[in-house]
């Protein structure tokens, strides 16, 4: 079984949204390019490199945060918000990404090129641009009160997040699904064949949930371990918007 990096967040259960002159989802597109141009690719993984790249945005922000290598080179970091007596909520994502043939690609995997509003990059889809999404929520809680008290009503008081509706029972395929936040999506439910680190925190007794706040065209979909990975800078945007209602939801919940 092949070493796993991962970025893991304990949140705290109050929405505290992003300085005001850069975006939420702006800020995420930047740092998606940035973090998608690190060449993670496993074999040999040098997440060391990402660690560092996670360890500049905590230690600008003034986030206490730990790393650990399960070998050399093979870094891993994580970062808390310590909140109340509700249980913890983490975010993981994997920062290592599968190699990539550039003989095969219509642009470098690792220069993160922009063409028709798209990202192409290795990692676009598995997971780096889920990471961005998740330390960006991440960090709104951690920020002072936006200076537009519109945004600030919004992201306090407004859960947008796609709910799911299917099967009551697991390892069974639903006849028909239901994405909420998008009644006019077609649903096609289906088993992943994708390898999951969720499984070590459910041997732990730990809640997990596969979840990237993301709508993937079908003609993307062979990126992933494929040949032109890429993900839309819509997907980014909302996606980052996305995420943070999730965290909302969670903090109004408890």
Same mark, same amino acid.
């Given at each position: 079984?092949?070493?796993?990096?991962?970025?893991?967040?304990?949140?705290?259960?109050?929405?505290?949204?992003?300085?005001?002159?850069?975006?939420?989802?702006?800020?995420?597109?930047?740092?998606?390019?940035?973090?998608?141009?690190?060449?993670?690719?496993?074999?040999?993984?040098?997440?060391?490199?990402?660690?560092?790249?996670?360890?500049?945005?905590?230690?600008?922000?003034?986030?206490?945060?730990?790393?650990?290598?399960?070998?050399?080179?093979?870094?891993?970091?994580?970062?808390?918000?310590?909140?109340?007596?509700?249980?913890?909520?983490?975010?993981?994502?994997?920062?290592?990404?599968?190699?990539?043939?550039?003989?095969?690609?219509?642009?470098?995997?690792?220069?993160?090129?922009?063409?028709?509003? =798209?990202?192409?990059?290795?990692? @676009? +889809?598995?997971?780096? #641009?889920?990471? /961005?999404?998740? $330390? %960006?929520?991440?960090?709104?809680?951690?920020?002072?009160?936006? =200076?537009?008290?519109?945004?600030? @009503? +919004?992201?306090?008081? #407004?859960?947008? /997040?796609?709910? $799911? %509706?299917?099967?009551?029972?697991?390892?069974?395929?639903?006849? =028909?699904?239901?994405?909420?936040?998008?009644?006019?999506?077609?649903?096609?439910?289906?088993?992943?064949?994708?390898?999951?680190?969720?499984?070590?925190?459910?041997?732990?007794?730990?809640?997990?949930?596969?979840?990237?706040?993301?709508?993937?065209?079908?003609?993307?979909?062979?990126?992933?371990?494929?040949?032109?990975?890429?993900?839309?800078?819509?997907?980014?945007?909302?996606?980052?918007?996305?995420?943070?209602?999730?965290?909302?939801?969670?903090?109004?919940?408890?």
């Amino acid at each position: 079984m092949r070493s796993r990096s991962l970025l893991s967040a304990v949140v705290i259960v109050a929405v505290a949204p992003l300085a005001a002159q850069t975006s939420l989802e702006d800020e995420a597109v930047q740092r998606a390019e940035e973090y998608l141009r690190i060449n993670t690719s496993n074999p040999p993984g040098n997440e060391d490199q990402t660690m560092l790249f996670f360890a500049r945005i905590f230690a600008r922000d003034g986030i206490p945060f730990d790393t650990a290598s399960s070998a050399p080179g093979r870094g891993n970091i994580w970062a808390r918000l310590k909140g109340g007596s509700a249980p913890a909520l983490v975010l993981l994502s994997h920062i290592d990404v599968v190699p990539a043939d550039a003989r095969y690609w219509k642009y470098d995997p690792f220069a993160a090129t922009v063409q028709d509003s =798209e990202i192409y990059a290795r990692g @676009a +889809l598995d997971t780096k #641009t889920l990471g /961005i999404v998740e $330390l %960006e929520a991440f960090l709104s809680l951690h920020r002072p009160q936006l =200076e537009q008290p519109e945004l600030a @009503a +919004l992201v306090r008081n #407004t859960c947008s /997040i796609t709910m $799911l %509706e299917g099967s009551n029972k697991i390892n069974v395929i639903p006849p =028909e699904a239901d994405a909420r936040s998008f009644p006019d999506a077609n649903v096609v439910p289906q088993v992943s064949t994708g390898f999951t680190d969720s499984h070590f925190f459910r041997d732990l007794g730990i809640h997990c949930y596969g979840y990237a706040p993301f709508l993937v065209p079908t003609d993307a979909r062979s990126g992933v371990h494929g040949n032109n990975e890429r993900i839309s800078i819509a997907n980014i945007r909302r996606g980052t918007t996305m995420m943070r209602d999730i965290l909302d939801m969670v903090a109004i919940m408890h």
